[in-house]
């Protein structure tokens, strides 16, 4: 006897509804914009403005929430846990800042100081961690562009290393990959690994 299923894959399914948060989010946006007015003397005016504002913080920290989870999802299935926490941590940090930041055009706070002493920051801070910001922009890279797996065997050829480096794949986070050598386990920065030429392969059979 047959059965008809209407099962969704679970990933899809998530992806849909982050999709759907983002929508309404727009739409928030775009109601407060062409209808709401916090300093109206129009109650009506005043109300749409409020009520849209909220309805975009809502969807938009949910819309985040699910982004992050799904994206840790993701990445711990191709480069395990370390590299997942990681890139939750970062996809939430920088999707709360963003939803934060139109939050308070909504409400119509003035943002000009905060931005101004972002800015400032962003650029000291930058300059202090730019040999870490650039493992982390590589590692992301690396996620992204995924030229190996957990378990390969991938040999490095660059000048910076004097030559070659082989080993097998423990784990990649964003600041460095992990190798288990002949000489034990070396860390590699992720800009490093980036700049390499790299080749791939399995373990040797023991």
Do not use: C, W
């Amino acid at each position: 006897m047959f059965r008809l299923t209407t099962e969704v894959p679970i990933g899809r399914l998530r992806l849909k509804r982050i999709v759907l948060y983002g929508l309404i989010a727009v739409a928030a946006i775009g109601a407060s914009a062409g209808y709401g007015d916090l300093h109206s003397d129009n109650d009506a005016k005043k109300s749409v403005g409020i009520g849209a504002a909220l309805l975009f913080v809502v969807v938009g920290v949910a819309a985040i929430h699910r982004l992050a989870a799904e994206s840790s999802r993701v990445v711990r299935a191709r480069t395990g846990g370390t590299a997942a926490a990681t890139v939750e941590v970062t996809v939430s940090a920088t999707g709360y800042i963003f939803v934060l930041v139109v939050a308070l055009d909504l409400f119509e706070v003035s943002i000009k100081n905060l931005l101004l002493g972002g800015a400032i920051t962003g650029v000291v801070l930058g300059i202090a961690l730019q040999q870490i910001l650039g493992n982390v922009f590589a590692g992301v890279a690396l996620l992204l562009a995924h030229p190996f797996n957990i378990g390969d065997r991938i040999l490095l050829r660059s000048g910076a290393y004097g030559g070659e480096v082989s080993g097998t794949v423990m784990s990649v986070n964003l600041t460095y990959v992990i190798l288990q050598t002949d000489n034990g386990v070396l860390h590699v920065p992720n800009a490093g690994v980036l700049a390499s030429a790299i080749s791939t392969g399995t373990p040797p059979a023991e």
